[in-house]
Protein backbone atom coordinates (compact mmCIF):
# COMPACT_ATOMS: atom_id res chain seq x y z
CA UNK A 1 0.00 0.00 0.00
CA UNK A 2 1.39 3.40 -0.94
CA UNK A 3 -0.12 5.33 1.66
CA UNK A 4 1.21 3.13 4.87
CA UNK A 5 0.21 6.21 7.22
CA UNK A 6 -3.67 4.65 6.54
CA UNK A 7 -3.18 1.72 6.29
CA UNK A 8 -5.23 -0.40 9.16
CA UNK A 9 -4.06 -4.39 10.09
CA UNK A 10 -5.53 -4.88 13.53
CA UNK A 11 -8.04 -7.17 12.48
CA UNK A 12 -10.90 -5.69 15.11
CA UNK A 13 -10.89 -2.63 13.34
CA UNK A 14 -10.82 -3.92 10.11
CA UNK A 15 -14.21 -5.96 11.17
CA UNK A 16 -15.82 -2.27 12.45
CA UNK A 17 -14.94 -1.12 9.03
CA UNK A 18 -16.36 -3.71 7.13
CA UNK A 19 -19.71 -3.61 9.43
CA UNK A 20 -20.12 -0.07 8.21
CA UNK A 21 -19.90 -1.18 4.56
CA UNK A 22 -24.01 -1.81 2.70
CA UNK A 23 -22.42 -3.40 -0.65
CA UNK A 24 -19.36 -5.42 -1.15
CA UNK A 25 -18.15 -5.94 -4.55
CA UNK A 26 -16.75 -9.07 -6.41
CA UNK A 27 -14.92 -9.14 -9.34
CA UNK A 28 -14.84 -12.43 -10.60
CA UNK A 29 -12.21 -13.47 -13.71
CA UNK A 30 -14.10 -13.53 -17.31
CA UNK A 31 -13.15 -13.66 -20.62
CA UNK A 32 -12.48 -10.62 -22.10
CA UNK A 33 -13.08 -8.92 -19.07
CA UNK A 34 -13.62 -9.19 -14.99
CA UNK A 35 -17.32 -9.68 -14.12
CA UNK A 36 -18.17 -7.27 -11.52
CA UNK A 37 -20.90 -7.78 -8.79
CA UNK A 38 -22.67 -5.19 -6.19
CA UNK A 39 -23.50 -7.88 -3.23
CA UNK A 40 -25.46 -7.75 -0.09
CA UNK A 41 -23.07 -9.41 2.31
CA UNK A 42 -22.47 -11.53 5.73
CA UNK A 43 -19.29 -12.09 7.58
CA UNK A 44 -18.02 -14.84 9.41
CA UNK A 45 -15.50 -14.76 11.49
CA UNK A 46 -13.64 -17.68 12.92
CA UNK A 47 -10.03 -18.27 14.58
CA UNK A 48 -8.09 -16.45 12.42
CA UNK A 49 -10.54 -16.75 9.37
CA UNK A 50 -12.84 -15.02 7.70
CA UNK A 51 -15.58 -15.79 5.02
CA UNK A 52 -17.60 -12.97 3.28
CA UNK A 53 -21.03 -14.84 2.76
CA UNK A 54 -23.63 -13.90 -0.24
CA UNK A 55 -26.55 -14.97 -1.57
CA UNK A 56 -28.79 -14.97 -5.01
CA UNK A 57 -31.50 -16.30 -7.10
CA UNK A 58 -30.76 -19.98 -7.92
CA UNK A 59 -29.40 -19.26 -11.38
CA UNK A 60 -27.21 -16.95 -13.06
CA UNK A 61 -23.91 -15.90 -14.58
CA UNK A 62 -21.83 -15.14 -11.45
CA UNK A 63 -22.48 -19.36 -10.64
CA UNK A 64 -21.00 -20.10 -13.69
CA UNK A 65 -18.10 -18.01 -13.31
CA UNK A 66 -17.57 -19.36 -10.15
CA UNK A 67 -17.33 -22.76 -11.29
CA UNK A 68 -14.71 -21.78 -13.89
CA UNK A 69 -12.42 -19.22 -11.91
CA UNK A 70 -12.63 -20.64 -8.18
CA UNK A 71 -11.32 -16.82 -7.28
CA UNK A 72 -12.41 -13.64 -7.14
CA UNK A 73 -11.20 -10.24 -5.59
CA UNK A 74 -13.48 -8.02 -3.54
CA UNK A 75 -13.77 -4.31 -2.39
CA UNK A 76 -16.14 -2.70 0.12
CA UNK A 77 -16.08 1.14 1.31
CA UNK A 78 -17.77 3.45 3.35
CA UNK A 79 -17.71 6.89 5.39
CA UNK A 80 -17.92 9.04 2.21
CA UNK A 81 -17.12 12.72 3.00
CA UNK A 82 -15.98 15.57 0.23
CA UNK A 83 -14.26 18.30 1.81
CA UNK A 84 -13.80 21.29 -0.11
CA UNK A 85 -11.79 24.03 0.08
CA UNK A 86 -13.16 26.60 -2.57
CA UNK A 87 -10.16 29.42 -1.53
CA UNK A 88 -7.30 27.29 -2.16
CA UNK A 89 -8.89 25.30 -5.29
CA UNK A 90 -8.39 21.97 -2.94
CA UNK A 91 -10.98 19.12 -2.49
CA UNK A 92 -10.62 15.79 -0.84
CA UNK A 93 -12.19 12.81 0.42
CA UNK A 94 -12.52 10.68 3.78
CA UNK A 95 -13.53 7.09 3.01
CA UNK A 96 -12.92 3.96 4.66
CA UNK A 97 -11.96 0.61 2.25
CA UNK A 98 -11.53 -3.41 2.75
CA UNK A 99 -10.12 -5.23 -0.52
CA UNK A 100 -9.06 -8.75 -0.90
CA UNK A 101 -9.17 -11.73 -2.97
CA UNK A 102 -9.92 -15.15 -2.07
CA UNK A 103 -11.37 -18.73 -3.23
CA UNK A 104 -15.34 -18.76 -3.98
CA UNK A 105 -17.64 -21.78 -3.65
CA UNK A 106 -21.38 -22.53 -3.19
CA UNK A 107 -22.44 -23.37 0.20
CA UNK A 108 -25.10 -26.81 -0.26
CA UNK A 109 -25.66 -28.18 3.23
CA UNK A 110 -28.43 -26.37 4.60
CA UNK A 111 -26.71 -26.09 7.67
CA UNK A 112 -24.25 -24.23 6.40
CA UNK A 113 -26.30 -21.92 4.53
CA UNK A 114 -28.41 -21.03 7.28
CA UNK A 115 -25.51 -19.61 9.05
CA UNK A 116 -24.31 -17.98 5.76
CA UNK A 117 -28.25 -16.30 5.86
CA UNK A 118 -28.16 -15.56 9.23
CA UNK A 119 -24.87 -13.67 9.35
CA UNK A 120 -26.16 -11.62 6.40
CA UNK A 121 -29.36 -10.44 8.28
CA UNK A 122 -27.06 -9.67 11.30
CA UNK A 123 -24.93 -7.37 9.42
CA UNK A 124 -28.08 -5.34 8.43
CA UNK A 125 -30.00 -5.75 11.05
CA UNK A 126 -27.38 -5.41 14.36
CA UNK A 127 -30.63 -5.33 15.94
CA UNK A 128 -31.89 -8.52 15.65
CA UNK A 129 -34.02 -10.04 12.67
CA UNK A 130 -35.49 -13.65 11.96
CA UNK A 131 -35.67 -14.45 8.32
CA UNK A 132 -38.38 -16.81 7.12
CA UNK A 133 -36.48 -20.36 6.82
CA UNK A 134 -38.37 -21.37 3.95
CA UNK A 135 -35.87 -19.06 1.89
CA UNK A 136 -32.73 -21.37 2.67
CA UNK A 137 -34.84 -23.95 -0.57
CA UNK A 138 -34.91 -20.59 -2.93
CA UNK A 139 -31.33 -19.22 -2.31
CA UNK A 140 -28.50 -19.95 -3.22
CA UNK A 141 -25.49 -19.08 -0.88
CA UNK A 142 -21.43 -18.56 -1.68
CA UNK A 143 -18.71 -17.34 0.18
CA UNK A 144 -15.22 -16.03 0.03
CA UNK A 145 -12.76 -17.30 1.70
CA UNK A 146 -10.53 -14.22 2.65
CA UNK A 147 -6.94 -15.25 1.85
CA UNK A 148 -5.56 -11.82 1.33
CA UNK A 149 -6.78 -8.39 2.21
CA UNK A 150 -5.91 -4.41 3.02
CA UNK A 151 -7.82 -2.01 4.83
CA UNK A 152 -7.32 1.44 4.35
CA UNK A 153 -8.64 4.88 6.15
CA UNK A 154 -8.53 8.23 5.04
CA UNK A 155 -10.13 10.72 7.85
Known amino acids: MRRSD????DISRILEVIAQCQVCRLAIPADPVPYILPLNFGVLARD????LVFHGALEGTKYQLIQSAGKASFEMDCGHTLHSDVQRGYCTMSFASVIGSGPLSIIHDEASKAQALQALCDHYHPQGFTY???AISRTKVFKLTVETMTCKVKE
Open 6 to 9: REIT
Open 132 to 134: NPA
Open 48 to 51: QALD
